[in-house]
């Protein structure tokens, strides 16, 4: 941890830099149309206070997404819509919601075809397949279908989460479950270990360290897909609302805002799981 | 041929791989008898059978010709009524069970309860010498220990037999000398019949009452070499002329296994 820190705070400050430069590169054109349209010429200091204090620049900076970020989140009950947070957890109940089904789906899956040849030959095609699919094209499908059957607000979005979730876990879990060796099953069947016995003792021990890799793809897809499907529902609430709506005004540092978040969520999500990862195999013995 | 004491025969045994390269004679016309309480050695080149002829006994393998029976009946049967233990050439451990855990695993899935697994576990553990490393972890246990407590679990259950596939390969040759020794220790004190594969003479001369000595292309026996050693066998038997004047049968059988291989 100290060793990375170092070079990861290096690289953040040259992102820094870089951001702060481009700020003053992109949104100048504006500056110098309003300053000409005052006739007023810029001197370069103005410029730059300039493109980094405008209302819809073309790229927000830092301390102004930040200072967004703020006021749509501490200085804002959580329940109202205007804050952030509300907004989070919107996405973040999709998202997780999502994630359990995926998860549940995939582990059912990655079962099946480990157990059965039929369901390998068969299934395994299906399951890539479905991901080459554009989940921006299928999901104002789903939120139709499921809409016309009565079914809206959390439900359609964890659907779409959970359809870019299950593949990373089917994936991970047909691996995690094959990876005992020919030894390991050769010993088992010394023993006349049933097939059940077989999974519970051995191939889902076995297959942990795949699952929690799995798990950390499957979590940021699900989140990618709440905010999905958040985008044909009309802008409603959540963050791909905030994105949404961002992009209808032209309120670019809104949208920066919501996208920071949105990361943030993801990174603190893959975080947790990294934790669970760690505690669980180093109990297992398995990160030695 | 057949008495009662035979644990284990085998009649003109074939088994053919097919593989891509075509078909792979690993064993051809294998005759051979084990008797209880026997302790039988494998000893070959790589390539000439050795650890498929065990396979097929434990019904790892299925033969294509001949016959094979365990305890009178078919291997299949034989494991089935989980009739031996079986070590194999790594210690296969489960990194997330104990050392008892693990010696405890056989033991959960034959249905034995608690009380009688955790008795059964001490027991073991003490033949093998491992007493008091039940609740220690595989990784804290050294190479030699962790094949201790893998040869524990295969004594857990009920099995008469024991088959060991060059179980001591992986280990340096201190450590294999000790386990040799605890080896025969823990033969004379449960009676189990015990069949051994490995590609080292003396530790095949110094374990051995009866020498199977076999070689390549195709895997088949070359001479068959009964130990009159004596049961009770300290390391130093190893410089007496007895013990090296059956090493230098099985070398020679080797030797010529390999010049008409």
Known sequence: MRKSFVPISAVVLAIVVIWYLAAIALNSAWAYDRAKRADNPLSFSQLV?????????????????????????????????????????????????????????????????????????????????????????????????????????????????????????????????????????DQMRTWNTGRATVFWKLRLPSSMPYLF???????????????????????????????????????????????????????????????????????????? | MVSKDTIIHTEHLNLTFQTSDGPVHALSDINLSIERGEFVSFIGP??????????????????????????????????????YGYVFQAAGLYPWRTVGGNIRLPLEIMGYDKAEQSARVAKVLELVELTGFDKKFPWQLSGGMQQRASIARALAFDADILFMDEPFGALDEIVRDHLNEQLLHLWERTNKTIVFVTHSIPEAVYLSTKIVVMSPRPGRIADIIHSNLPKERPLEIRDTPEFLEIAARVRHGLRTGHEDG
Request: a positive charge; aromatic letters at 4%.
């Open chain 1, 213 to 288: 890799t799995s798990l950390k793809i499957a979590m940021a897809a699900s989140l990618v897909g709440a905010i999905v499907g958040e985008l044909p529902t009309g802008a409603v609430a959540g963050l791909g609302a905030r994105l949404l709506a961002g992009s209808y005004y032209g309120q670019t540092i809104q949208i920066w805002s919501a996208l920071i978040s949105a990361a943030a969520l993801a990174a603190v999500l893959v975080a947790l799981i990294g934790l669970a990862q760690n505690i669980t195999l180093r109990k297992m013995g398995m990160l030695r």
């Open chain 1, 49 to 185: 206070s300039d493109t980094w204090s405008q209302e819809k620049p073309r790229l927000p900076v830092p301390h102004q997404i930040a200072s967004e970020i703020y006021k749509t989140t501490v200085l804002q009950r959580v329940t109202s819509k205007r804050s952030l947070v509300w907004h989070g957890w919107i996405t973040l109940s999709a998202t997780l919601l999502g994630f359990g089904l995926g998860t549940g789906l995939g582990i059912v899956l990655a079962v099946g075809i480990v157990h059965s040849r039929a369901m390998d030959m068969s299934v395994m095609p299906w399951v890539i397949a479905s991901q080459t699919v554009p989940i921006l094209a299928v999901a104002p499908m789903i939120i139709v279908v499921l809409n016309a059957i009565g079914v809206s607000g959390l439900l359609p979005k964890a659907i779409i989460s959970m359809y870019l979730s299950f593949f990373p876990v089917v994936v991970g879990m047909v691996k995690g479950l094959r990876a005992p060796d020919a030894m390991q099953m």
């Open chain 2, 46 to 83: 790589s390539g000439c059978g050795k650890t498929t002829l065990l396979r097929v006994m434990a019904d790892l393998e299925k033969p294509t010709g001949g016959t094979a029976t365990v305890n009178g009946v078919s291997p299949e049967e034989a494991r089935k009524a989980r009739a």
